[in-house]
């Protein structure tokens, strides 16, 4: 319990100025009644350091499950992506030039449309690069 030193029994001041109110903002003018009640027991101390920790254990586990959905979603929409480009890829017409003069003979805006591509031998047609870059 902390009491103020305006509690605390006086007797005259020195300077005699008896109008004069007791100083009470700092800490060294408070007075205590036996031991000071800012401690707090070990107990106590131990309970709110684990509410601490299972606060941040659940703050983590919501970070966790956040970052796992949004690498998922990232995941998803490049999967998604890719099959997009192969199914285009697939579904193309296309124009095989063999005689490699055309290609050089062709304007840039010709060039945007020509892309050089690879068979593999499992018949997957894969895009290599565009000739106009």
Avoid: C
């Avoid at 300077?15 to 036996?34: A, F």
């Avoid at 703050?59 to 998922?72: G, L, P, Q």
């Avoid at 995941?75 to 055309?102: F, G, M, W």
């Amino acid at each position: 319990v902390v009491s103020v030193a305006r509690d605390a029994p006086r007797g005259r001041w020195k300077s005699g100025r008896t109008w004069k109110e007791p100083q009470t903002k700092r800490s060294s003018m408070r007075v205590y009644d036996g031991v000071p009640v800012l401690k707090s027991s070990w107990e106590k101390k131990m309970a709110q350091r684990q509410a601490r920790e299972r606060v941040k254990e659940v703050s983590r586990e919501f970070e966790a499950k956040k970052r796992a959905r949004v690498e998922e979603e990232r995941e998803k929409r490049e999967e998604k992506r890719r099959r997009r480009e192969e199914n285009e890829l697939k579904s193309a017409t296309y124009q095989v030039l063999k005689d490699p003069s055309k290609i050089k003979k062709m304007s840039k805006k010709q060039l945007r449309s020509v892309k050089k591509m690879s068979v593999g031998k499992d018949g997957k047609v894969q895009l290599e690069v565009h000739l106009a870059e």
